[in-house]
């Protein structure tokens, strides 16, 4: 059977890093088997879906190079979906109900108060036709429900294991609602059907709508696909996600500078037993993805740790993929490849780059202790005169250390940070040739 997964993200907002799972693990999985990946926008809900949304979250998938074989809108199939209702109509599986939000709401608050479940209690299917009637033409259309067998529900879950859900334990699912919108339920158990989606991975908020939507493919003489549900992330200290969900958005990510395969290897591998590792193909993260490895346990995450991997990524890069940055950051291309030489390994982000070229380029505040005023004053006054050489660095600090008899740590640190301004940076060798200001003297 040819895999074929999807990733049905609702066009309402921008992608987040927990969106970012459930598509990669969808994307990887066909990847792997060589199966078709389906992009599938649920937009059902034309008040909040927007086209802006519809471009974002295909412009974020395919900055991560998340790739998709087909797009389907669930708006351009409103008339399967008309097909499918009636066709449960007529097998008796859904009905129509009238019941307000507020009505529902105090039938719920009652239940609650005899500590009795929630669940819907099926009142309107002993309406009459007559009943039913009057009440349209007092509330207008009613919103149509599934009625679910009332059984156990059972399926094998690929992360979560056996699972089975008691029907009784549940409402019938409204399907439809009273202004005649389809709604998630129906149009996804139709696309998978359609579509031929073999397996549906999603987030652990789903589990009860699969105990529904496996009864409904039933209803609709459809295949079953397998399910798995992933636990779904929390913040470093084990706090709800949501809440920090808009400061985690793909698009603010790509523009802080995350480099795709340092998210991606990350993503793909936290919450499984399997080691991370940092990963320069998807091919290579599809080839060691395993679902069966991940666990049900809510998985930690934090953005910080996507920084050092970014950073591996970046000081990996060969001058080519840098040359046009470093020349847009305004480095003369005869000295582009000796900057990035000299301070490629002390970047996170390619932004970085900025900062070490203004210094080089302006010149720095110098830091000088109170200790080594006379030192630093010393040492400058044998610095020669520029233009610098690459041995430039190793001459003067002989010949300072010969004059003030300070050597090791004493002798350079006192000298870069009067340089540069900071104690960390690049092999001061390579610094000072291409400093084209110096801060410290005019
Ligand atoms: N649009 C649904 C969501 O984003 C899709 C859920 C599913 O994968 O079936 O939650």
Sequence with gaps: MTVVTRFAPSPTGYLHVGNLRTALFNHLIARKAGGQFILRLDDTDPERSKEEYVDGIKEDLEWLGITWDRVERQSDRLERYQAAAQELRDAGRLYECFETPTELDLKRKKQLNMGKPPVYDRAALALSDAEKEALRAERGNGHWRFKLDLERIEWTDGILGD??????????????????????????????????????????????????QIQIIQALGGTVPSFAHHSLLTGPQGEALSKRLGTLALRDLRERGVQPMALLSLMARIGSSDNMELRSTMD????????????????????????????????????????????????????????????????????????????????????????????????????????????????????????????????????????????????????LPLMQKIGIRP
């Design 284 to 431: 290579e993260l599809a080839e060691g993805f395993e679902l069966t490895h991940f666990g049900s346990a809510p998985t930690k995450f934090d953005i910080e740790d996507v920084f050092p991997l970014t950073a591996r990524v970046n000081q990996a890069l060969p001058f080519e993929d840098v040359a046009d940055r470093i020349s847009e950051i305004g480095v003369p291309s005869d000295i582009a490849k000796k900057f990035w030489s000299a301070v490629s390994q002390n970047i996170t982000v390619l932004d970085d780059l900025n900062g070490w070229w203004s210094m080089l380029s302006e010149g720095a505040e110098p830091v000088i202790e109170e200790e080594d005023t006379e030192f630093v004053a010393t040492a400058m006054s044998m610095l020669p005169a520029m233009p610098f050489t690459d041995s430039t660095w190793s001459e003067w600090t002989k010949a300072v250390k010969a004059e003030t008899g300070r050597k090791g740590r004493g002798l350079f640190m006192p000298l870069r940070k009067a340089l540069t301004g900071q104690s960390h940076g690049p092999d001061m060798g390579q610094v």
């Design 163 to 212: 699972l089975s859900i008691d029907a009784a334990s549940v409402s019938d699912p409204v399907l439809i609602r009273g202004d005649g919108q389809f709604l998630y339920t129906p149009a996804s158990v139709c696309d998978d059907v359609d579509f031929g989606v073999s397996y549906v991975v999603r987030g652990s908020d789903h589990v009860t709508n699969t105990a529904t």
